[in-house]
C-alpha cells in the first residue's frame, strides 16, 4: 500500500529548499495555485494567521521551519541569539491555541536547543530537526492510510459511500493526508463507491480544498452542505464519516472544524461509524477533556461575507472556528501508533506508551 500511495502523489503543499519554506497558497484554490515563498519567520507567522496554510500537521511543520528561519536571523544579528529567539517561539505559539501539533513542533525545537552542546552547528541543527518533523508526518500519513483502510475493509469490504467533514488532505499535513490518506487508501483498494463532502462553512475548506484534492485522484465526490449530513446519511448508505482533529484530549474528546459534533450526533442517529484520523502529535495528554479548552471565534464578516461579498443582513455573527465531539461518539481513533476502538482515557495512555508503528 505504501508503494501504492507514494506511486500517484499528485500533491505537496510544504516544500523546503534554498533555505526557504514553500507554502502552496490554500486562500487561492481550487482556482489558482499559487506559490508563497517564506524567507522569515514574520511571513510565516502571516501565512498562519492568514490561512495560507491550514490544517493541524502542516501548521505544526510551518511553524517548525519558522523557528529556522528566525533562528538564522537572530544568529546573524549575534548577541544573545538564543533568549532572543523566545520571542519567536511565543509568536508562533500565539497563533492557532486549539492547534497542539504547532505546540508540539515548537516544543521538540526548544528541546533540542536546549541540549545543544559547545561548537554545534545550532542552524544546521534546528533544521535537521524541522525537516525530520514534516518527514515524520508523511511517513504517520503511510501508516494512519493503511490503517484506516483495513478497518473499512474489515467492516463492510465491499465499494461504499463515505462523509467527510473540513479538510484533512494532502493540503493539511506533509504528506497524503490524514482522513484523506484513509480515503486514498480505500479507493486504491476499490472500496469507495462515493464521497460526499461537507462544505464545511465558513471557509468552505470542504467545497474548495477537499473536493479539489479528491477530484484529482479520480475519487468519486460530491459536495454538499453542511446541513445535508443527516439527510445524506438517511437516503445514500452512508456506512463512514471519516474526518481529521485539530486536538485530541486525554479522554478521547475530539476538537475539530465546526461542525464535526453535529456530524457525529448526526452519525450516531443513523447508525454510521466515525472514524477520526490523526497523528500522536495532536493528542494533549495534558488536557483532560475537551471541554476544558479555550476556543478562538472568528470574525463574524466570514461567516457574512462570500470571497469578500456581503450576502447576510447587517447583523451580529456567532462564528466558532471549532467544536467538541464527545469520545463517546467516536467509533475509532486512527494515529501512527495504532488504533483506538471507543477511546477513553485509559485506552489514550496505552497508545501512547507505544512506540511507532512500522
Known amino acids: 500500500m505504501r508503494e501504492q500511495l507514494l506511486a500517484v502523489e499528485k500533491i505537496r503543499a510544504i516544500e523546503w529548499r534554498d533555505g526557504a519554506l514553500y507554502l502552496l497558497d490554500q486562500r487561492l ?10 524567507d522569515t519567520v514574520a511571513e510565516v507567522v502571516d501565512a498562519i494567521r492568514d490561512r495560507a496554510v491550514q490544517g493541524a500537521p502542516a501548521v505544526g511543520i510551518a511553524g517548525a521551519y519558522g523557528v529556522v528561519l528566525a533562528a538564522r536571523a537572530r544568529l546573524q544579528a549575534g548577541g544573545d541569539w538564543c533568549e532572543a529567539l523566545e520571542a519567536d ?12 501539533n504547532l505546540y508540539w513542533a515548537l516544543q521538540h525545537l526548544r528541546e533540542r536547543l536546549v541540549r545543544l552542546k559547545d561548537g554545534d552547528d545550532a542552524l544546521a541543527l534546528l533544521e535537521f530537526v524541522a525537516l525530520g518533523i514534516h518527514a515524520s508526518d508523511r511517513e504517520a500519513n503511510l501508516t494512519m492510510a493503511q490503517l484506516g483502510m483495513e478497518l473499512i475493509r474489515r467492516h463492510q469490504g465491499n465499494a461504499q459511500v463515505l462523509l467527510t467533514h473540513g479538510n484533512a488532505g494532502a493540503l493539511a499535513t506533509g ?47 460530491s459536495v454538499n452542505a453542511d446541513a445535508a449530513a443527516a439527510h445524506l446519511m438517511k437516503v445514500k448508505g452512508i456506512t463512514w464519516a471519516v474526518v481529521g482533529a485539530e486536538r485530541i484530549a486525554a479522554n478521547g474528546d475530539v476538537i475539530n472544524a465546526i461542525g464535526t459534533y453535529q456530524l457525529a450526533v448526526n452519525a450516531m442517529h443513523h447508525g454510521v461509524r466515525l472514524m477520526v484520523v490523526a497523528p500522536s502529535s495532536s493528542i494533549d495528554m495534558n488536557l483532560e477533556n475537551g471541554e476544558d479548552l479555550l476556543f478562538e471565534e472568528c470574525e463574524g464578516d466570514e461567516l457574512l461575507e462570500v470571497a469578500g461579498h456581503r450576502v447576510a443582513a447587517d447583523v451580529h455573527a456567532v462564528n466558532p472556528s471549532y467544536d467538541v465531539t464527545p469520545a463517546d461518539l467516536v467509533d475509532y481513533i486512527v494515529t501512527e501508533k495504532g488504533v483506538v476502538e471507543r477511546p477513553d482515557s485509559a485506552k489514550l495512555a496505552q497508545l501512547m506508551c507505544r512506540k511507532r508503528l512500522h
Open 89 to 100: 517561539f511565543a509568536c508562533l505559539e500565539q497563533l492557532r491555541p486549539a492547534t497542539v
Open 29 to 38: 484554490l481550487p482556482h489558482r495555485q499559487s506559490w508563497l515563498r517564506l
Open 175 to 221: 504528506g497524503f493526508g490524514t482522513a484523506l490518506g484513509v480515503v486514498r487508501a480505500a479507493h486504491l483498494e476499490g472500496l469507495i463507491e462515493r464521497v460526499y463532502v461537507d462544505e464545511t462553512r465558513p471557509w468552505l475548506q470542504g467545497a474548495r480544498l477537499t473536493a479539489w484534492e479528491l477530484a484529482a485522484d479520480g475519487v468519486p465526490v
